[in-house]
C-alpha cells in the first residue's frame, strides 16, 4: 500500500500549486482522506480533510479561502489546490488515510517572499 505525494515545488507569494496523491495497493475510496504540513522546527499540522463521497471538507483556519481539497475516487487520487500562497506555507505536505494509519512521503512546498 503506497500513497504518493507529487506536485510540489518553489513558488512566489501569491502564486498557486496544485499538489496530487496517488494512492496505490488497495482502494481509498470508502475513506476520508487528509493532507498535512510540518515546516522547519514545527510540528506536523492537519492542513484539509475530505470525505470519501468528497461532499464534506475542512480545513485549518490558516488555508482555508486559499486551499482546495478534491479527490477523484475512480482513480484513487486526492488533489491540494493551494492558491494565494504565502511564505509560512512553506512545509513538507504529506498526504495521509489517517483511519487506516497510511501516511504518503512528502513533498516539499517552498514560497519565497
Known amino acids: 500500500v503506497q500513497l504518493q505525494a507529487s506536485g510540489g515545488g518553489l513558488v512566489q507569494a501569491g502564486g498557486s500549486l496544485r499538489l496530487s496523491c496517488a494512492a496505490s495497493g488497495r482502494t481509498f475510496s470508502n475513506y476520508a482522506m487528509s493532507w498535512f504540513r510540518q515546516a522547519p522546527g514545527k510540528e506536523r499540522e492537519h492542513v484539509a480533510t475530505i470525505s470519501w463521497s468528497g461532499i464534506s471538507t475542512y480545513y485549518a483556519d490558516s488555508v482555508k479561502g486559499r486551499f482546495t481539497i478534491s479527490r477523484d475516487n475512480a482513480n484513487n487520487t486526492v488533489y491540494l489546490q493551494m492558491n494565494s500562497l504565502k511564505p509560512e506555507d512553506t512545509a513538507v505536505y504529506y498526504c495521509?488515510?489517517?483511519?487506516?494509519?497510511?501516511w504518503g512521503k512528502g513533498t516539499q512546498v517552498t514560497v519565497s517572499s
Open positions: 495521509a488515510a489517517v483511519n487506516l494509519g497510511y
